[in-house]
């Protein structure tokens, strides 16, 4: 399976200000992923990225609170733009490196916005 | 009604003892399943993965799916303190994934 390098592990962050996560991945893979895992419920996906194209948001996203870069096939940027209290969260990055058999995940970041 | 339900515990067992970890699901178009151990502080780590209904075992660990009443089960043999984390379920369509919420599992020396 993959390897995910993901950084930061945690930070703190006043509201209002951008906070830009980093993953990156050991091998070639076709799409990234980005999950939102609050306290208490499910993983929650945020959006699909896809190199060389625009990243696909589901529904509760968008793209001007939560800019996706793909540049190449190991690597995924998530920023969280104008944060508030409630973006407070892990934010965590994951392939699917089997084909819809299993997704490894980076080891997360932990965001808390004051 | 949610893709995949889980009881988010928390379970506190004795070592030794064996540990049953159960979600149902809805989807009646998933294909596969799977079992995610997540420490706390880390990101989800991949246990088990199953395609057919059935058990699929891998050392003290059990993965059980039943498709006729979509119940999805994880049994943990000889449970040790370090199993000590959350354990998610999940299944997929093979485009979509949807996770359970987790079920945090204490282990006692």
């Known amino acids: 399976s993959a390897v995910i390098s993901q950084k930061p592990s945690r930070d703190i962050c006043q509201r209002g200000t951008s906070l830009t996560i980093q993953c990156q991945v050991d091998s070639q893979v076709t799409m990234m992923f980005w999950y939102r895992q609050q306290p208490g419920q499910s993983l929650t996906l945020i959006a699909t990225?896809?190199?060389?194209?625009?990243?696909?948001?589901e529904s509760g996203f968008v793209i001007d609170k939560f800019p996706i870069s793909r540049p190449n096939l190991t690597f995924s940027t998530l920023t969280v733009s104008n944060m508030s209290p409630e973006d407070s969260s892990i934010y965590l990055c994951s392939v699917d490196w089997s084909a819809g058999g299993g997704y490894t995940f980076g080891s997360g970041t932990r965001l808390t916005v004051v | 009604q949610k893709e995949v339900e889980q009881d988010p515990g928390p379970l506190s067992v004795p070592e030794g003892a064996i540990v049953s970890l159960n979600c149902t699901y809805s989807?009646?178009?998933?294909?596969?399943f799977m079992w995610y151990r997540q420490y706390s502080r880390k990101g989800p780590e991949l246990l088990m993965y199953t395609y057919s209904s059935g058990n699929k075992e891998d050392g003290r660990f059990t993965a059980q799916v039943d498709k006729s009443s979509k119940y999805i089960s994880l049994f943990i043999r000889d449970s040790q303190p370090s199993d000590s984390a959350t354990y998610l379920c999940a299944g997929t369509t093979g485009n979509q994934f949807y996770f359970g919420t987790g079920t945090s599992l204490t282990v006692i020396p």
């Open positions: 989807n009646s178009a998933f294909q596969y």
């Open positions: 990225a896809n190199q060389g194209s625009e990243a696909t948001y």
